[in-house]
């Protein structure tokens, strides 16, 4: 099995990243043999949508100018990562009700017509399929539920961009609760305890 560890968190001692490596040590141990392949978007981010890449997105790739398929670069490198995975483990540190710029950026390089979808008739059709995602989710407070709950457009955000794609099997495990003293201690602990594989 080969997975693919995204991390987007600049903080090396992130709870996102934690929970992340605790997943992959999970899906290992049940996996022996399995292969990681792991994208630090904090350390080597995915440049912002720019001119030059959009002009490319909608050029034949026959037609592109070399300066055209270097702007394409980052997005095929992505592409061919997540096609290359029979599990995506992601980590989604919940920045400001919402995932970190980083994040974003990569899952824009992912969004490309006629590659990672296509629309038919029936209406858009994810190409890619048959693939795993856990999402290692880590936020201060608590969103899974209570008042707060509405203020979570991390895990619908993913499950929907991510699913319009065809990654529709998702698992999203919560750390949550780490700025909370009563939860802080337990936080790590009851979400590594809640990881299924």
């Known amino acids: 099995m080969h997975i693919l560890h995204v991390i987007s968190s600049p903080r090396s001692s992130s709870f996102s ?11 290992l141990a049940a996996h ?6 792991e994208r630090n978007l904090a350390t080597h981010p995915m ?15 026959e037609a592109r100018t070399p300066a055209q398929q270097a702007a394409l670069r980052h997005s095929d490198e992505a592409i061919q990562e997540l096609l ?10 919940f920045y400001n009700f919402g995932i970190p710029a980083t994040l974003k950026s990569w899952i824009d390089h992912l969004c490309r017509s006629g590659i990672t979808f296509s629309y038919t008739a029936a209406g858009p059709k994810g190409l890619i399929t048959g693939k795993k995602v856990y999402v290692a ?10 008042p707060m709950a509405v203020y ?24 949550e609760g ?6 802080a201690a337990t936080a790590l602990p009851k979400a590594i305890a809640s990881i299924e594989v």
């Open 47 to 61: 440049p912002h949508l720019e001119e030059a890449y959009l002009q490319s997105m909608y050029t034949p790739a």
């Open 17 to 27: 990243i934690q929970l992340g490596h605790q997943i992959v040590e999970k899906l």
């Open 84 to 93: 290359e995975a029979d599990v995506l483990v992601l980590g989604a540190p």
């Open 137 to 146: 989710l880590s936020s201060g407070g608590v969103y899974s539920e209570g």
């Open 152 to 175: 979570d457009f991390v895990a619908p955000y993913l499950r929907a961009t991510l699913g319009f794609l065809g990654l529709t099997d998702m698992e999203v495990v919560r750390v």
């Open 32 to 37: 022996p043999g399995s292969t990681v392949r």
């Open 178 to 183: 780490t700025a909370v003293p009563e939860l």
